[in-house]
Nanobody, 126 residues
Framework: QVQLVESGGGLVQAGGSLRLSCAAS????????VGWFRQAPGKEREFVAG????????YYADSVKGRFTISRDNAKNTVYLQMNGAKPEDTAVYYC???????????????????WGQGTQVTVSS
């Protein structure tokens, strides 16, 4: 079993920056891909960014490409999502997720992930 805990959310003005963190306990994240998803009120959960186990491959939704950066520090068992150039449409609860199987590819849909954090709220004011 693995527990994921997100932090770093909050209120930011449009154009501002936030860094979200996803810390893991119960197992090391270093062998697993990690994804960030978000869910706005009344909308489905959507993929935001993903990173493979080594950090050598990253994937982004078109809506955040060029503004968000996903990275990982395996020594700290933590994955980050740096949000720059925030827009009001980025307002959502952000979740990190990990699959059950190690060494896998980065999943782009929520059903490819087995473990989820509780989420952290990000609100971007205009």
């Amino acid at each position: 079993q693995v527990q994921l805990v997100e932090s770093g959310g909050g209120l930011v003005q449009a154009g501002g920056s936030l860094r979200l963190s996803c810390a893991a306990s119960g197992r090391t994240l270093s062998r697993y891909a990690v994804g960030w998803f978000r869910q706005a009120p009344g909308k489905e959960r959507e993929f935001v960014a993903g990173i493979n186990w080594s950090g050598g491959s990253t994937y982004y939704a078109d809506s955040v490409k060029g503004r968000f950066t996903i990275s990982r520090d395996n020594a700290k068992n933590t994955v980050y999502l740096q949000m720059n150039g925030a827009k009001p449409e980025d307002t959502a609860v952000y979740y990190c997720a990990a699959p059950r199987d190690a060494w896998g590819r980065v999943g782009l849909t929520s059903n490819e992930y087995d473990y989820w954090g509780q989420g952290t709220q990000v609100t971007v004011s205009s």
